[in-house]
Nanobody
Framework: QVQLVESGGGLVQAGGSLRLSCAAS????????MGWCRQAPGKQRELVAT???????NYADSVKGRFTISRDNAKNTVYLQMNSLKPEDTAVYCC?????????WGQGTQVTVSS
């Protein structure tokens, strides 16, 4: 079981930036994929971005060109740099980590973008 703790959420105006961090701990196994998801009120959870231990990334179409995912394998930490934020990016953002076939999820951090 991996424990994930997110930080960096908050309130920002449209066009602004935020950087989210997620630190993983508690697993004796290597974490392969890490990523970020989000869930807005009344909507389904959406996968935002993923990154493998080798650095390969993938993004949802809605955030391509605006969000950048990165990770520090030595620290088991994943980051999400969010630029040019829009009101529709408002959601609870959660990170996840895969150790083999098992997925662990963080509690989430609120991101609110005002117009």
């Amino acid at each position: 079981q991996v424990q994930l703790v997110e930080s960096g959420g908050g309130l920002v105006q449209a066009g602004g930036s935020l950087r989210l961090s997620c630190a993983a701990s508690g697993s004796s196994f290597s974490i392969n994929v890490m990523g970020w998801c989000r869930q807005a009120p009344g909507k389904q959870r959406e996968l935002v971005a993923t990154i493998t231990s080798g650095g390969s990334t993938n993004y949802a179409d809605s955030v391509k060109g605006r969000f950048t995912i990165s990770r520090d394998n030595a620290k088991n930490t994943v980051y999400l740099q969010m630029n040019s934020l829009k009101p529709e990016d408002t959601a609870v953002y959660c990170c996840y980590a895969m150790t083999g076939p098992f997925a662990s999820w963080g509690q989430g951090t609120q991101v609110t973008v005002s117009s």
